[in-house]
């Protein structure tokens, strides 16, 4: 009785240990912590077994309740094994990582603010194998197999308890023979505590199996920069050959503006792109697209996900619409029209650049650009913010209301309600920036300056309306507005 309870003892020891491990396996970082997580990797599964060379990247993005602002707002990229793959915008939630390598892998997202800091990081581990016919379990579900599939551990477990079962079987069939005085006889008691030993064994190998997960996460060592490309920083201008859909081929004047910052976490001669200027797409009456640049450039020059993002669209289109989409183009692959890779270097920024203008309509550039200077200008100060307004102009409008302001580089933008009217701008200074205002009368775009004091902004303008609506006036408007950081 005594070698029976013991054996069960190991049986029930062996199983308790091995899914006390699966339980410890199955607890996200963030739970370990204690601390709420406002952005998730919600594919693949920490620990996944892949078949094939594609991994699927699904996060979560959940508002942090003390600022309302940081994971749900900043831009994400997304690293494997340490090398940037690409990144998600602020409504963007997935994409699929191609060709990767069998074996194991480290998958890290990283959403950084404006500023290019860190807000929030997470990373999982996985592993992804070869497929061969009728390699894949039938229990794969959307191509990632569950990390408690059988290993070969669990196999070699599973055939030591078969075994052992077919030779107490084999002892008890022949135990009934009469066999030779002298001979070894096992009894029945002693097969029935060989037969609880191997069990306890099986079940100590599938709890061992169970175990074979991979290594415990670490922080990453950040390489040295041996760049073998130069630093690209510098203003670069040039023709583009642009087709906005079904509208013919035009050549048009664009300026990038690139300036390199050390990577959160790069390979070897890679380049973090941010916090520049671009001005992109040329619309009729002179209106421009103007906005940010974000992304990084692989040691042979390729762009990884470089983004063009305008923050004028209120402007350019005043209906509004599509502005979730509208005024975002990406380099190379990312964009959303095949073509040549855009590359940077030798001075030069060569390929397509392909997304969605203000209007939301489907764009492709083809575009060579020159390095005219290794440097930018000054970054600029960022009047970004919610702001109480008022404003008043000659022709009786007199309001207030609440105007948000939108800025990504030295490039900004705001709707200005009480007097409906649009405006963009760039800063010029410290303190000092050049505006343009829109309202619903004018027939051109009213020209003005803006200063900076402390937490105020003031602003005036003035231009020509043309009557366009019966209870539009036409002459010369001029207007003020302040406007309060609240």
């Not at 983004?307 to 350019?316: D, G, H, R, Y």
């Not at 005024?327 to 920024?349: C, K, Q, W, Y």
């Amino acid at each position: 009785m005594r070698a029976i309870r013991l054996a069960l003892a190991m049986a029930v020891l062996c199983a308790g240990f091995g899914s006390e491990r699966a339980s410890a396996q199955a607890v996200p970082e963030e739970a370990v912590s204690g601390q709420p997580a406002h952005l998730r990797i919600v594919e693949p599964p920490d620990g996944a077994i892949i078949p094939g060379s594609s991994i699927r990247v699904v996060i979560a993005r959940e508002p942090a309740p003390a600022d309302g602002a940081a994971a749900d707002r900043a831009t994400v990229f997304i690293f494997l094994d340490g090398a940037q793959q690409s990144s998600l915008l602020a409504k963007e939630t997935q994409l699929t990582l191609e060709n990767v390598a069998p074996g194991r892998h480290r998958i890290s997202v990283l959403a950084i603010d404006r500023d290019n800091q860190v807000v929030e990081r997470r990373d999982v581990s996985v592993r992804t194998v070869e497929v061969a016919s009728g390699s894949v379990s039938p229990s794969a579900d959307a191509g990632i197999l569950s990390p408690a599939s059988w290993s070969s551990v669990d196999l070699a477990a599973a055939a030591l308890a078969a075994l052992g079962l077919a030779a107490i079987a084999l002892t008890l069939l022949g135990g009934g023979r009469r066999r030779p005085r002298g001979s070894p006889r096992l009894g029945r008691s002693a097969a029935m505590r060989l037969l609880l030993v191997a069990v306890a064994l099986a079940a100590c190998g599938r709890a061992a199996g169970q175990t074979d997960s991979p290594p415990a996460r670490q922080s990453p060592v950040v390489p040295g920069r041996s760049a073998t490309q130069p630093d690209p920083t510098g203003v670069y201008s040039g023709i583009v050959s642009l087709t906005i859909e079904d509208f013919p081929t035009v050549l048009q004047a664009w300026r990038i503006d690139i300036q390199s910052h050390p990577c959160p976490e790069c390979v070897p001669g890679q380049y973090f792109l941010s916090g520049t200027n671009f001005s992109g797409i040329n619309f009729v009456g002179g209106l421009v697209e103007r906005g940010g640049v974000r992304g990084t450039l692989n040691p042979d020059g390729a762009a990884i996900d470089l983004s063009l993002t305008a923050v004028n669209c209120m402007f350019i289109n005043p209906s509004g619409s599509d502005r979730n989409y509208g005024g975002r183009t990406r380099g190379g692959s990312f964009g959303e029209a095949a073509g040549n890779p855009l590359v940077v270097e030798n001075g030069a920024i060569t390929g397509r650049i392909s997304g969605r203008d203000c209007y939301g309509r489907v764009v492709t550039a083809d575009v060579s650009l020159q390095r005219q200077s290794a440097s930018v200008p000054t970054p600029c100060t960022s009047i970004q913010g919610i702001y109480t307004a008022t404003y008043a102009n000659s022709v009786g409008l007199n309001h207030g209301g609440v105007a948000t302001v939108v800025q990504d580089g030295c490039f900004f933008t705001a709707e200005l309600p009480g007097i409906n009217a649009r405006l963009e701008g760039v800063m010029t200074g410290s303190n000092s920036a050049e505006v343009r205002v829109r309202d619903a009368c004018a027939t051109t775009v009213y020209d003005g300056t803006l200063t900076v004091t402390g937490n105020t902004l003031q602003g005036s303008y003035s231009g020509a309306a043309a009557g366009a609506a019966m209870a539009c006036p036409s002459g010369t408007v001029s207007g003020t507005f302040t406007l309060t950081h609240s």
